[in-house]
């Protein structure tokens, strides 16, 4: 009974085990050169009926069946399968032996049309091999490995193991891939190139950039340009070859150095015309320049004095070790102020405000008018156009003004002025 309750177990935890998408043809494991693959047939079925998958007997009958298959290369030839590291279940009543045949068919997975090629096993406890010869070229092969019921086992032998394939009909020469340049010392801010090169790589029809591992790009051309990399960043590419047993090959750069030059123009900085200013460049380079050299005194010093006449920006230029950098600064023109001492408001249409020309580029400028006494007649924070004075309730006489124009000098102007009727 103990015995009976035994086997029961045994089956329940084979039904209950997941079975590998292998178990099935349909899905049988593509297997390429370069790689070991570690299956097991746990838990595998058979499916048997007139030209099923699994209605076949070579030199051992199916059991719980699994399926593995690969595809000649353009030459064809012969193959040899390497089954090692065989680690078969220790189970009550269970077999220990693997079973594995290869075999062509025309119909794939249609018993009907198999044919076993090269040699047949059928009591594989330790490594063993498949081998065959005169494969033909760009053909589909499939292996079947099943379980024995050896020495009178009631359930068929379940086991994992590693596979390998090799020989002349899978064998290709290993894709290899490299960039140019593989190190480099670039400018910041330049445009870096890199080219990738493969050989013995069909198929390859996209690269991705990687800089520090991280995707940068996907370029269908072996071309990448980046003006954005920094001291010790790594461009890697990698590329995948061969459309049936993809290969995916990538390589890397050393370390990139990136020379940096730093430099600065200092701050903008505004004057009036005529009055002068001291750049306040810096700069780590041995070589530096100004332009425009217009107003300067010394355009290869670092600190020149400058006399613009109008607004100009200048560009500080430095270089270092073929690499360079800019930096710029503007200095900022205002034009003196005419601030008129007679003004006429007989409505003829001339003269008749006290206009003062160039204040407008002091729009938070104080404008107050006093006259002899003291007395404020006139004030305005700003003094446009429309803000003229244009004496109004003021009689013909000397009046006195003071102008703050409120920038960066904190000037204030003061006056007279002459009001004639």
């Not at 007139?50 to 030459?75: H, M, Q, Y």
């Not at 072996?222 to 061969?242: E, W």
Request: proline share 4%; hydrophobic share 35%; aromatic share 8%.
């Amino acid at each position: 009974m103990r015995f009976l309750f035994t086997i029961i177990l045994v089956f329940i935890s084979h039904l209950i085990q997941a079975q590998e998408v292998y178990n099935e043809c349909v899905s049988a494991k593509e297997i390429c050169p370069n790689a070991t693959y570690t299956l097991n047939n746990i838990g595998a079925n058979k499916a048997v009926c007139g030209g099923c998958e699994d209605d076949f007997t070579f030199c051992f009958p199916s059991r719980n069946t699994i399926w593995l298959k690969f595809t000649t290369n353009a030459v064809g030839g012969s193959v040899l399968l390497n089954f090692s590291n065989i680690l078969v279940q220790s189970n009550p009543n269970q077999g220990s032996m693997l079973q594995a045949a290869l075999i062509a068919t025309s119909l794939p997975c249609n018993a009907a049309s198999y044919t076993q090629i090269g040699n047949c096993i059928s009591n594989g406890m330790n490594a063993f091999s498949i081998s065959a010869i005169s494969l033909t070229p760009n053909t589909t092969y499939y292996v079947v490995v099943s379980g024995d019921r050896n020495g009178g086992a009631l359930l068929p032998a379940e086991a994992t193991f590693d596979v390998t394939i090799s020989g002349a009909s899978v064998d290709r020469i290993q894709p290899t891939i490299s960039i140019s340049p593989a190190s480099a010392s670039i400018c910041k801010g330049a445009v870096f190139t890199a080219t990738a090169s493969v050989t013995n790589c069909p198929d390859s029809s996209t690269y991705q950039w990687f800089i520090n591992g991280t995707l940068a790009a996907t370029t269908s051309q072996p071309t990448f340009q980046s003006s954005n990399l920094n001291q010790g960043d790594v461009l890697s590419v990698q590329t995948s070859c061969f459309l049936l047993c993809k290969e995916v090959i990538t390589t890397q750069t050393a370390p990139i150095t990136v020379q940096t030059v730093a430099v600065s123009a200092g701050s903008n900085q505004s004057i009036l015309a005529g009055n002068s200013v001291q750049l306040q460049g810096t700069t780590t380079a041995s070589s530096y320049s100004w332009s425009p050299t217009t107003a300067l005194s010394a355009p290869t010093s670092l600190q020149p004095v400058a006399t613009p006449s109008t607004t100009t920006t200048y560009t500080l230029t430095a270089q270092e070790n073929g690499c360079s950098a800019q930096a710029s600064v503007t200095i900022s023109v205002t034009q003196k102020l005419t601030i008129p001492t007679t003004f006429s408001p007989n409505n003829d249409g001339v003269n008749d405000t006290w206009e003062i020309v160039g204040i407008e580029n002091y729009p938070n400028c104080s404008v107050k008018v006093f006259s002899r006494w003291g007395q404020e007649v006139y004030q305005s924070i700003g003094y446009t156009k429309k803000k003229e004075w244009d004496g109004n309730g003021t009689a013909e006489g000397v009046y006195f003004y003071i102008i703050e124009l409120r920038d960066e000098s904190k000037e204030i102007l003061k006056g007279y002025i002459n009001l004639v009727r």
